[in-house]
């Protein structure tokens, strides 16, 4: 430590050191008279190579270089719901509040607001042996959170000392533990993790809860589970990004991460002003009381847009291990991927496919495995949900990044550009697309929505892929000339499509209908195409039926069924069952 | 105390190695003169101890081992910047050209810019009016955003630029000062001229700034362009006030010159040869546009480039897709049936328009026709292809009105004049106008209510088109 180290070498984020022992690798370092904040990556005989979070134009060789001593952490502690941060937990409002509208370099702020108060509530007593993650005091962190102080992982021991319950600012020491060698550890209301490092758990669940959406394609046909990991993969305008607002928005999570990962500027001030104005229905709230942002712009350092996915990741750790639901969106991941393409080739790495380093596949699988349903140490039950967006290069799937998500996620919701061209949103391709998830989950939708609602998804897709294969014959000779049974499969699949799958995130009922709504849509569905088909197969003739105007009056019932009114769905099934009443007895 | 430093140690394309240099920092601007007396710039691209790597903006012809003294700067980049600039000249490093001599600066800004803090950004709200039916209605132009135009070679993209730019009226206020910054990289002299005489001709000239950088010009300078400009606009923006339009063509030439130094670094190339930094390279650039919170000005961007081959997948037109809030893609298909501008709806995108139309921005109905359109034309070319293998007369009646709106569609909507300013309304009623060739319940996109009041269904569109 006594000798200085300097900067020897410099390319682009890349900084090497010559001669020198004193780093491990993954420390954090400050970079220069400027303190930019950096990670070490690399170290051989002769070099230590650093990757730099910040922009490195008018850095000099001879600048001294810092080491933390400590790996790349985050500070976990009340004040990160209801906070934007950058790519390494910078809070940017207080980045602004120092260096104005555009961002300067070497901008050290406090990850968390070190002057505010917040209304404690100690949980444990003097003389108390704690375990590992064991919650020693609460507060409101926003009028929806509980905030848990919980001991460290890697920490236990019996309490000497605590404070009075009350207002304390996040640097109070609230307990003193004293550890089985006696050491004495001061505990406040933070503490810190690094973020390459998953947060331990007693134990993973199976999936067994769905995490439910609202969005019709997805809880009906492709289920996500609580704790499971999902793939958005689209080429650019098939509403990737959207997909993503609608779930933050609208998924019974508890807390949302959501990780802008070397996105758009303008889509983060969106999220950003969109949610402080929704209201979330179950708690009558604005959304960002259960959201947390973490914006990596794209033309903010390619390094930190690499741990931004890391950050967020922790941080939804650590809400898991309170014992709540959270659910992550990471937009997009392909960024992410090209962030590690780009530092590999700084460091002449040799490149694996589409010169992506041979490492992608296992730095993918070890992100997407930090998601789960989980006994915690604590013996609180939690989860970490992952939405990751990818973007493959020229909307083709066959690239690595997709191929490779596609292995360590469970679900896969394909966007489709010609759906996408026809303004169907949500855009998800319902043949290429699937979940895994059908059979841990079944269980729960037949106890809550009883076991028709099985059967009722089983129906639609045997139609929908029924009508797939029906329009290759109708691409090359037209659909008049099918005969009635296969126009009504056509038919119907138009009101699913238009009338189902096909959802309006700007109409305020649409935007989010409830699991009930969508089982009695296909009921009502359903019911239309078996009395259609009785008629069919008595060879009553299909245009009878279809003039009568009842397929497009189902199309439109997403709209005219108030999600709070759903006993309107019977008049539906009456009205289908007279109009073909009528029809028979005039046959 | 200032150096010279003789001689190089190394040439490789536009590159040059020199040893021995004291207190250099990286992307620091450098001086280098030559035997002749002729003064080139470079900036300093890696460093490695003594040993700095510079990048020569004009070129390394004529330079030898010993024949150059370089001298550090001791800045990075800068642009010199006064409201004096509007209506100049400059080449593309930034340096006057119109023989008007130096800029008296006010302020000299580094043209790599520093990102906009997310939380500082206002969410761009207020459309644009271009005049121009494709873009009004179904690609909506917000101020803030960026909006590129995806073209190839020979179709019309500048002319379409240049129909924009004059036609653009902001909604709002009337008074906001408007200005126009023009990047050209490696576009022909006659184009750049083009853009010139209309600008003129329009009478605008005055509120432009140019940076040209021609075809024939140094490759590596093509690198600084983009960013001059940017600085400039973001200058009159966000410091002077001004409501600032950027129009930079053809981002592909950008793209090239940033393969083609890459490549003389030795670097790993990515996809085509593109370096695997060009995604984080041209967000660097388009994410300069926007709104700030509290201040009046904005920059909006128009880039233009040309697809290879017309290829939307190639890296360029694919990562700029994803970096830009949408885009204009011309199709080649209509240019040859002779409609301008030749718009090719379906991959067109505009992803800010759904915040900044409907009421009180442009008409209620705005959202719900741009999707039927979008969505009613989705089925013109399901139609058009079943009628290439069956023949348009054995289509159903059906099929048959949807080709029928087809045709109509791309002759009165999407077709117009060059000089031809629609408002707002003239285009939403001309879209209706067309809808009505198809019957009300195949416009599934659209409320009854909003029907109610604009849909007239044809009954007797036979009589009608003889008269």
């Keep these: 430590m006594g000798n200085k180290d300097v900067i020897y070498g410099i390319n682009g984020p890349v900084v090497t050191v010559k001669n020198t022992r004193s780093f491990s690798m993954m420390e954090m370092v400050y970079v220069g008279h400027s303190r930019l904040v950096g990670e070490v990556i690399g170290i051989t005989e002769d070099f230590t190579t650093i990757q730099v979070y910040e922009e490195t134009t008018g850095l000099k060789p001879l600048e001294p270089i810092i080491g933390m001593g400590s790996p790349m952490t985050v500070t976990l502690g009340p004040g990160i719901i209801n906070n934007i941060f950058d790519g390494i937990q910078r809070p940017l409002k207080a980045i602004e509040e120092k260096s104005g509208d555009f961002i300067a370099r070497g901008s050290s702020v406090d990850s968390l607001d070190e002057t ?29 959170v509980k905030h848990r102080c919980m001991i460290p992982p890697n920490l236990s021991g019996t309490v000497e000392k605590i404070a009075e319950n009350g207002q304390h600012k996040v640097n109070d020491t609230i307990i003193v533990l004293k550890d089985k060698k006696g050491i004495e550890h001061k505990l406040s209301l933070f503490q810190k993790w690094p973020i390459r490092i998953p947060r331990p758990v007693k134990k993973r669940l199976p999936a067994s809860i769905p995490l439910i959406t609202g969005q019709r394609v997805i809880d009906t046909l492709f289920p996500l589970a609580k704790g499971g990991a999902a793939a958005v993969p689209g080429g650019f305008g098939t509403g990737k990004t959207m997909t993503q607002h609608q779930l933050a928005k609208w998924c019974d999570a508890d807390i949302i991460v959501y990780v802008g990962c070397g996105e758009r500027g303008n889509e983060m001030s969106q ?52 014992g709540y639901h959270v659910a992550i969106m990471a937009d997009s991941t392909s960024r992410w991927a090209e962030a590690l393409r780009e530092i590999s080739g700084r460091l002449e790495e040799m490149p694996a496919e589409e010169g992506f380093p041979a490492y992608l596949p296992s730095r993918l699988s070890e992100f997407y495995e930090r998601a789960g349903l989980t006994e915690n140490i604590n013996n609180t039950k939690g989860s970490v949900t992952i939405i990751g967006a990818v973007s493959p290069q020229g909307a083709d799937f066959s690239e690595p990044v997709t191929q490779n998500t596609k292995r360590f996620t469970r679900c896969f919701w394909a966007l489709d550009k010609s759906l996408a061209y026809e303004r169907h949103y949500s855009a998800i391709n319902w043949v290429t697309s699937y979940s895994e998830y059908f059979t841990d989950l079944d269980p729960w939708f037949i106890e809550n929505l009883g076991e028709e609602f099985i059967r009722y998804r089983k129906e639609i897709i045997a139609i929908l892929h029924e009508e797939n294969k029906l329009m290759e014959i109708v691409k090359l000779i037209g659909s008049d000339v099918l005969p009635d049974d296969q126009k009504l499969i056509i038919e119907t699949a138009r009101v699913i499509r238009v009338g189902f799958l096909q959802q309006n995130a700007f109409h305020a009922d649409d935007t989010f209908v409830p699991l009930k709504k969508q089982k009695l849509m296909m009921k009502v569905i359903l019911h239309l195409y078996k009395r259609t088909k009785q008629l069919v197969t008595a060879a009553i003739p299909i245009a009878r039926i279809s003039e009568k105007g009842l397929f497009d009056k189902l199309t439109k019932m997403k709209y005219d069924v108030p999600n709070n009114k759903l006993e309107l769905f019977d008049n539906y099934i009456n009205e289908i069952d007279k109009v073909f009443d009528s029809i028979v007895a005039s046959h | 105390m200032i150096i010279d430093y003789i001689g190089v140690k190394e040439i490789s394309g536009s590159l040059i190695v020199i040893d021995d240099v004291e207190g250099a920092s990286f992307e620091e601007v450098v001086e280098i003169r030559l035997e002749n007396g002729e003064t080139r710039q470079g900036r300093i691209v890696q460093i490695e101890g003594k040993r700095i790597v510079v990048q020569v903006f004009e070129g390394t012809r004529g330079i030898a081992l010993n024949n150059t003294r370089t001298r550090l700067k001791g800045h990075s980049m800068e642009m010199p910047l006064s409201p004096e600039i509007l209506g100049r000249v400059f080449d593309g490093a930034g340096r006057p050209m119109d023989g008007l001599g130096d800029i008296f600066p006010q302020k000299r800004l580094d043209i790599n810019g520093t990102p906009i ?28 955003q960026k909006l590129p135009i995806f073209s190839g070679s020979g179709m019309k993209h500048n002319e379409l630029a240049v129909q ?33 005489k209309s600008f003129e001709d329009a009478g605008v000239l005055g509120r432009v700034v140019m940076f ?25 923006a966000f410091e002077l006030g001004m409501h600032i339009l950027v129009i930079m063509t053809d981002m592909t030439s950008y793209a090239e010159a940033l393969r083609e130094f890459s490549s003389s670094k030795g670097e790993i190339p990515g996809r085509k040869g593109y370096p695997g930094y060009l995604y984080s390279d041209l967000a660097s650039l388009y ?8 201040k009046s000005g904005s920059v909006t961007q128009i880039p233009i480039l040309t697809m290879p081959n017309d290829d939307i997948t190639h890296p360029v037109p694919d990562l700029t897709g994803y970096i830009t809030e949408g885009q204009i893609v011309l ?27 409907g009421t009180g921005y442009t008409r209620e109905d705005h959202g719900a026709l741009a999707n039927q359109l979008f969505a009613s034309y989705a089925k013109v070319m399901d139609a058009r292809s079943l009628a290439s293998v069956i023949g348009e007369e054995e289509l159903s009646p059906s099929a048959k009105r949807i080709i029928e709106f087809g045709k109509a569609f791309e002759s009165k909507f999407i077709n117009q004049g060059a000089n031809e300013d629609r408002t707002i309304i003239q285009s939403l009623d001309l879209g209706w106008q067309l809808l009505s060739y198809l019957p009300r319940e195949e416009l599934d996109r659209v409320d009854d209510s909003v029907l109610d009041k604009y849909y007239r269904e044809q009954k007797n569109k036979n009589n009608e088109e003889k008269c």
Excluded: H
């Design chain 2, 331 to 357: 199709g080649r298909d209509l240019e040859g049936s002779g409609i301008y501008p030749p718009v090719s709806i379906l991959p067109s995108l505009s992803r800010l328009m759904k915040d900044g139309i």
């Design chain 2, 164 to 196: 924009i730019a004059r036609q653009a009226k902001i909604s709002g206020n009337k008074k906001d000062k408007f200005a126009i910054v023009f990047a050209a990289m490696g576009v022909k002299n006659d184009v750049a001229e083009y853009f010139k």
């Design chain 1, 116 to 144: 505010k108060t917040w209304d404690v509530t100690i949980t444990v007593e003097v003389g108390q042996e704690l375990s590992p993650g064991t919650c020693y005091a609460e507060c409101p962190e926003t009028s929806i």
């Design chain 2, 287 to 294: 994410e300069r546009a926007g709104m700030i919170k509290g």
């Design chain 2, 117 to 144: 803090n997310p939380v500082s950004r206002e969410y761009p709200r207020n459309y644009i009016n271009t005049g121009i039916s494709s873009i009004d209605v179904l690609t909506t132009l917000i101020r803030g």
């Design chain 1, 271 to 322: 999220v950003l002003s969109e949610f402080s104005e929704l209201i979330d229905p179950k708690s009558n709230k604005p959304m960002t009381e259960r959201t947390v942002l973490i914006a990596n712009t794209s033309n903010m350092p390619v390094a930190a847009r690499e741990a931004s996915i890391y950050t967020g990741i922790t941080l939804a750790e650590y809400y898991r291990d309170m």
């Design chain 2, 212 to 236: 040209l950088n021609l075809s024939n010009d140094p490759v590596i300078e093509r690198i600084l362009t983009p960013r001059c400009a940017l600085t400039t606009a973001e200058y009159l």
